[in-house]
């Protein structure tokens, strides 16, 4: 048997492919090199045959034959090895010579201790919190300080002999594998500094007080921290198990974007480590191109390793509120008439404004908010009306003006046009209503195939019609969270490279699907159906946390920055080694 494989493996393999072929299997599959081994002719032996006797085309030693015939296990053996070639062998063919290798290149770097490519490292590193896609890194960075990254990019950009991709990963909160980077190295941002050190509070004349965050800190930490000085950030996310380099690197936008802006409209500095390796420090007055493109910037341009934001005074508490529709013109109407009120030291302002969907489908995602002696008659409503929407908003206070900021309150939301009866409000401690998202476990054993569009709010009537009530309700499947809620257009930064529909209000809104292991592609039709209605429509919608894949389609997202897009990687990235999982400029 061993005869007859060798001499077939002979006519149809080139001795080239037959050398790779044998490489890959020591390096994978140490069992059956084992099998060969024990049968006596190992791989070792066979290459030696092929690169000093390239001629010879003479049988195996008999004593192997018989060895083969005599053990009938090791027959069997080298029939499942037979067929795990016939598989393996397509791979064999694409691979490249382990000799040499771009990791080999990396261990001459001082950093070479601190990277890693153990089973638990790479696997950690090939998914993210979507769980849709897989992408298995070369090696994974756990830097110690922030030069050890500028070391890696420095020497990938100057020195490395074939072409290395580089990704930093801070929580791995993207969906679509935004995080990755096939072949390259990811860099975990998290083994960075201590969180105890990564954020440091101060105050200037000219500033107030800010904070100085590392780029690897995560939103909660941040909290803590600044709360031990009677401070806090003015602009948060829903979730605050995200870093900071991570949500700055997209926009960072929740509730309090109505008033304060994204989170990218509160930073007033930067540390950067560029595509070229250099280390940066931008802010609109220095390198101003990079602080304005890195920000929103899809982590093109730079790493964030540290980010001077704005602080305001901390609130105590928060008189949290959630009203019930029926009439989808109310709700929107509403909704904009809430956030008008946006000035950032007006006292009639609400602090926080956001909305969703209520469905009987989905009510696991809504309904925790209001005490179990209300579930019955919310039930009712929702059968009722299949579908209704919730304004949710929220005022602050120090604790100690709790009388004011009730009848603050009661002004604000005067004349509203909820379902009468449907307002149901709670008084929670600051602290637990930023938190009120809670700690997610990780995406072992769900997928999160989510969608997270702008809408243009002089189309979202449209929306409502075309989505909500005829994709997402006919087809009955969405049991998570779906988030409506306008913003001010005003609030944001042109210069920044987040894109945003170009009318002076949009809505934001995020289908925030989980689903089994098995179900995800049900979810993404739906998605892919939301997005060819919005097109087939003229809706110009722009998706957050964009999943494109094609240079057509990121054209059209950035619209008229695309081309201050381009000339930015040109120049801080030019190469292209970083954040290739978001498919911008690495296609493949």
Known sequence: ???????????????????????????????????????????????????HTPTCSSPPCPSNVRTAQNHPMASRCMMILLIM??????????SKPLTNSPYDELLSLPIADDLHVDPESIGEASVDYGLIVREIPLAVLRPSYPEDIATLVAF?????????????????????????????????????????????????WSLGHYADVSGQQ????????????????????????????????????????FRYGPQISNVYEMDVITGTGHFLTCSPHKNPQLFYSVLGGLGQFGIITRARIALGQAPKRAKWVRMLYSDFSAFTMDHERLISRNGRDQVEALDYVEGMLVMRRNSDSWISFF??????????????????????????????TQSTVDKDLEMILKDLRHVPEFLFQKDVAYVDFLSRAGVEQGPQNKTHPWLNLFVPKS?????????????????NITTGLVLIYPMNHDKWDDRMSAAIPDEDVFYTVGFL????????QEFDLQNKEVLLFCEDNGIKVKQYLPNYSTEREWMEHFGPKWRTFQESKAQFDPKMLLSPGQRIFNHN
Not at 9 to 14: D, G, I, N, V, Y
Not at 219 to 235: F, R
């Open 156 to 204: 990938v950009y100057n020195e490395y002999s074939v072409p290395l991709t580089i990704s930093a990963r801070g929580c791995g909160h993207s969906v679509h594998g935004q995080a990755m980077a096939r072949d390259g190295v990811v860099v975990d941002m998290t083994s960075l500094g201590d969180k105890r050190r990564g954020t440091t509070v101060s105050w200037s």
């Open 85 to 94: 070639m016939s598989t393996l062998l397509p791979m064999a063919c694409q």
């Open 459 to 475: 189309r979202i009537a449209d929306f409502n019609t075309g989505v909500f009530k005829n994709i997402v309700l006919k087809k």
């Open 513 to 520: 699907h989980s689903s089994g292991l098995g179900d995800w």
């Open 371 to 400: 005490s179990p002696s209300d579930h019955q008659r919310l039930m009712s409503l929702v059968t009722e009306h299949e579908l209704l929407y919730c304004i949710e908003v929220a005022k602050f206070n120090d604790g100690s």
């Open 1 to 51: 048997m061993a005869f007859y494989w060798k001499e077939l493996l002979k006519e149809q393999l080139p001795v080239f492919v037959e050398i790779q072929l044998w490489a890959w299997l020591r390096n994978s599959l140490p069992a059956c090199v084992f099998i060969y081994e024990t049968l006596g002719s190992s791989p070792s032996q066979i290459r030696h045959k092929h690169l």
């Open 218 to 257: 995560l939103w909660i930490d941040v909290l803590e921290e600044t709360l031990k000085h009677g401070v806090a950030p003015v602009s948060w996310t829903d979730y605050l198990y995200l870093t900071l380099g991570g949500t700055l690197s997209n926009a960072g936008i929740s509730g309090e974007t």
